[in-house]
C-alpha cells in the first residue's frame, strides 16, 4: 500500500493549492481529481465565464467605436464559435499549467474518484492509499429544484446550468436566468452585451442579496438601463418546453425563451464522506478556522464546507489547512477580509463589512463615498458609471469595510484587502499617493473623505 502523509480528494482551486503548499513543506502528498485538475472554477467556472465577458466587451467596446472617434468601416458582428474556442484555449493553457506545478512539486497525480474506506485510507481505481492527513476538496454542484417540468426541459437542454450554457453551439437569441446571484449576473451581462433578449428572474425582493444596498440599487439601475429584465419576488412553479411559468404579484405569469440558465444555487459534494463520522450540515461540511472537520486529521476546504463558494477562499483555506498540518505557522482563517467580486459592466467589488451591517452592529462608522464622475482617468476611458463607498470607524478611522462598483473594481478590492490586513486606517489610504490618472485615486478621494473631505468632489 503507498503511504503518504497527506491525500487530498479534488483537484480545483482547493485542493490543487493546498497540494502544492503541503508539498513545498516537504509533505509527499497525493491529490485524487476524476474529471480535470483545475476544478470548476479553471474548466467551467471562473476563467472560461471571464474570458467570454472579455470577448463580449471587445464586441460592446467595437459597438460604441465611434464615441471614441474611431470609424469602423462595415457590420460589426461576432462569431460565437470563435469565442468558446478562445476560451477553451485559455482554459487548457491554464490547467496544463496547473498539471506541470504539480509535478513539478512533487504531488503524485491520480486521475479518478476518490472514496474515503476511513479516516487514513482512500480508494482510487482499485488502489488503496494511506495517509496521515485526508483533505476533502470535493467542490460542489448546481442544485436541481423538484421543479414539475424541469426534468423534461433539462432533457432536452431547454433549461441547462452554467457548465452547459459555456458549450452552447450559438448565442441564445433569448434568455431567461433563475437566480439573481453572481452566476446569474454575469451571465445576463454576456448575453445582453451579445444582443440576446435577458429576463432574470429572482425569487427574493432583490437580486445580489449579499452586496451594500448603495450598490446593488445603482446596479440594478445600469443593468435596466442596458436592457436587462429583472423580475424580483417572482417564483418559477413550472416548466413546459421552451416555457416558464412563474408566480408574481400572486398571478402566474409565462415566459418563452430559447434557453434558460438555472443558478439558483450550489449544493456540497459530501456524498461518500458521511461513513468517516465528520459533522455534515445542509450547508456542507462542518470546519473550524484551520478547516479541520470534527475528525482532527480529515479537513475540508473550499466549496464543500460551503462557507464561501469562491476560488480564491477555498486557495486561501487550502493554504490555511496546509500550514496547520505541516508548518510551524498556523495562522486561521480570517473569513472577514474576504473579498468578493462580480464581473458584470461595471464589475462590483466588496471587503468587509457592510453600511447595513455596521447599523445593525450599531458600530460607530463612517461612511465616504466618491464617485468616478469626479475621476480623471474614468472619464477618460469612457467609464463614468459607479462610486466607491469606504467604511471606517468614526473615531480611530480604522477601514471595516469597502464597496465599489467600478470597471475594475476587482483590481482596485485588493488595495482595501492590504489595508484591512495591517489594521489600516483612512489616514494611511489617504496619505499614501496614488500615481495620476488612475482609477484608484477614488479610494484615496473617499478616504480623505472619510477623515475631513475629498479635494475633487
Ligand atoms: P471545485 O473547483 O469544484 O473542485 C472540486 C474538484 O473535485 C472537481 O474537479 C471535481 O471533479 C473533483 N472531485 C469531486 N469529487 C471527487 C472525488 N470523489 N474524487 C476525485 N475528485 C473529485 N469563484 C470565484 O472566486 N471567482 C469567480 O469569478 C467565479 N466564477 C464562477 C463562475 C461559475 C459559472 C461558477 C459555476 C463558479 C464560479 N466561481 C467563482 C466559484 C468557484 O468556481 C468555486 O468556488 C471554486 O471552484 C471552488 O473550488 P473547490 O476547489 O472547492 O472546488
Aim: net charge negative; with cysteine; glycine share 10%.
Amino acid at each position: 500500500m503507498k503511504t503518504y502523509d497527506l491525500i487530498v480528494i479534488g483537484g480545483g482551486p482547493g485542493g490543487y493549492v493546498a497540494a502544492i503548499k503541503a508539498a513545498q513543506l516537504n509533505a509527499k502528498v497525493a491529490l485524487i481529481e476524476k474529471e480535470k485538475v483545475g476544478g470548476i472554477c479553471l474548466n467551467h467556472g471562473c476563467i472560461p465565464t471571464k474570458t467570454l465577458l472579455k470577448s463580449t466587451k471587445v464586441y460592446k467596446t467595437l459597438l460604441s467605436a465611434k464615441d471614441y472617434g474611431v470609424l469602423v468601416d462595415g457590420d460589426i458582428t461576432f462569431d460565437w464559435t470563435a469565442m468558446v474556442k478562445r476560451k477553451d484555449t485559455v482554459v487548457r493553457r491554464l490547467t496544463a499549467g496547473v498539471g506541470s506545478l504539480l509535478k513539478k512539486n512533487g504531488v503524485d497525480v491520480y486521475d479518478g474518484e476518490g472514496k474515503p474506506v476511513n479516516a487514513t485510507k482512500v480508494e482510487v481505481n482499485g488502489e488503496t492509499l494511506e495517509a496521515k492527513y485526508l483533505m476533502i476538496a470535493t467542490g460542489a454542484r448546481p442544485i436541481i429544484p423538484p421543479i414539475p417540468g424541469l426534468k423534461e426541459a433539462m432533457e432536452k437542454e431547454i433549461v441547462i446550468t452554467s457548465r452547459e450554457l459555456l458549450q452552447i453551439k450559438e448565442a441564445p437569441k433569448s434568455l431567461v436566468v433563475i437566480g439573481g446571484g453572481v452566476i446569474g449576473i454575469e451571465f445576463a451581462t454576456m448575453f445582453k452585451q451579445l444582443g440576446s433578449e435577458v429576463i432574470v428572474i429572482e425569487k427574493m425582493p432583490g437580486i445580489l442579496p449579499m452586496i451594500d444596498d448603495d450598490v446593488r440599487d445603482a446596479y440594478v439601475k445600469i443593468l435596466k438601463k442596458d436592457g436587462v429584465e429583472v423580475l424580483t419576488e417572482a417564483e418559477v412553479v413550472s416548466f413546459e418546453d421552451n416555457k416558464v411559468i412563474y408566480k408574481h404579484n400572486g398571478k402566474d405569469e409565462l415566459i418563452e425563451a430559447e434557453k434558460v440558465l438555472l443558478s439558483i444555487g450550489m449544493r456540497p459534494n459530501v456524498e461518500g464522506f458521511e461513513s468517516l463520522g465528520i459533522q455534515i450540515e445542509r450547508q456542507g461540511i462542518v470546519t473550524n478556522e484551520y478547516l479541520q472537520t470534527t475528525v482532527p486529521n480529515i479537513y475540508a476546504i473550499g466549496d464543500v464546507n460551503g462557507k464561501y463558494m469562491l476560488a480564491h477562499v477555498a486557495s486561501a483555506e487550502g493554504i490555511i489547512a496546509a500550514e496547520h498540518m505541516f508548518s510551524e505557522r498556523k495562522p486561521k482563517m480570517r473569513y472577514d477580509r474576504v473579498p468578493s467580486a462580480i464581473y458584470g459592466s461595471p464589475e462590483i467589488a466588496s471587503i468587509g463589512i457592510t453600511e447595513q451591517e455596521a447599523k445593525e452592529k450599531k458600530i460607530n462608522y463612517k461612511a465616504s463615498t466618491f464617485p468616478l464622475a469626479g475621476n480623471g482617468r474614468a472619464l477618460s476611458e469612457n467609464e463614468k458609471d459607479g462610486f466607491v463607498k469606504l467604511i471606517v470607524e468614526e473615531g480611530s478611522k480604522e477601514v471595516l469595510g469597502a464597496h465599489i462598483l467600478a470597471y475594475n473594481a476587482s483590481e482596485l478590492i485588493a488595495e482595501i484587502g492590504v489595508t484591512m490586513e495591517l489594521e489600516g486606517t483612512a489616514y494611511e489610504l489617504g496619505s499614501t499617493i496614488h500615481a495620476h490618472p488612475t482609477l484608484s485615486e477614488i479610494i484615496m478621494e473617499a478616504a480623505h473623505g472619510a477623515i475631513d473631505k475629498p479635494i475633487h468632489f
